[in-house]
T-cell receptor, first 118, second 110 residues
Framework: GAVVSQHPSRVICKSGTSVKIECRSLDFQATTMFWYRQFPKQSLMLMATSNEGSKATYEQGVEKDKFLINHASLTLSTLTVTSAHPEDSSFYIC??????????????FGEGSWLTVV | GIQVEQSPPDLILQEGANSTLRCNFSDSVNNLQWFHQNPWGQLINLFYIPSGTKQNGRLSATTVATERYSLLYISSSQTTDSGVYFCAVRSSGGSYIPTFGRGTSLIVHP
């Protein structure tokens, strides 16, 4: 079945540095990918919708300059957390929409990335 | 936007027990998915079920779209079933971006 791969699964970075997380669709072309953030014991919070070849659409309250999203190809989207701070520590999950699924909108998730900023 | 409510919020079972998780939604939907998030955070797609009934091993799901709810059944639960179960829906007249419920946290004890 469709698979979405996310890398790295865990990353620790120093405060003030930037860190990049990759999301790849392995066996389908994803014109649309989504980035979520999940706090402990909470549901998934949509951060932004990433469309291939165009600018990402950010949800209200999400800082565009802090969370840079690039969707340069049909199989890769990246999330860069810039000038990371300890409060950015969280679990980040990407998902991709499979346009060739039954209704064209089935979503598959990556494995998630644990970010710890020290 | 569409509201999604899941119940119960927490569930503790003994291994071998059966359970039913519920997802209520406030508007008509054209997509509903159940996911299992394991203790390591990984989200696994369980069912794509905008209507009807599906079964996969010990798991089955039923969506009654006209009454705006979906049920996830877990039979003969195992410790590996522990984790959080989310349902995500997409309203018929709205965005294709899914809306998630708050999840049901399941712990299965050996």
């Amino acid at each position: 079945g469709a698979v979405v791969s996310q890398h790295p699964s865990r990353v620790i970075c120093k405060s003030g540095t930037s860190v990049k997380i990759e999301c790849r669709s392995l066996d389908f072309q994803a014109t649309t990918m989504f980035w979520y953030r999940q706090f402990p014991k909470q549901s998934l919070m949509l951060m932004a919708t990433s469309n291939e070849g165009s600018k990402a659409t950010y949800e209200q309250g999400v800082e565009k300059d802090k969370f840079l999203i690039n969707h340069a190809s049909l199989t890769l989207s990246t999330l860069t957390v810039t000038s990371a701070h300890p409060e950015d520590s969280s679990f980040y999950i990407c998902s991709a929409r499979d346009p060739h699924s039954r209704d064209g909108n089935t979503i598959y998730f990556g494995e998630g990335s644990w970010l710890t900023v020290v | 936007g569409i509201q999604v409510e899941q119940s119960p919020p927490d569930l503790i079972l003994q291994e071998g027990a059966n359970s039913t998780l519920r997802c209520n939604f406030s508007d008509s939907v054209n997509n509903l998915q159940w996911f299992h998030q394991n203790p390591w955070g990984q989200l696994i797609n369980l069912f794509y079920i905008p209507s009807g009934t599906k079964q996969n091993g010990r798991l089955s799901a039923t969506t009654v779209a006209t009454e705006r709810y979906s049920l996830l059944y877990i039979s003969s639960s195992q410790t590996t079933d522990s984790g959080v179960y989310f349902c995500a829906v997409r309203s018929s007249g709205g965005s294709y971006i899914p809306t998630f419920g708050r999840g049901t946290s399941l712990i299965v004890h050996p």
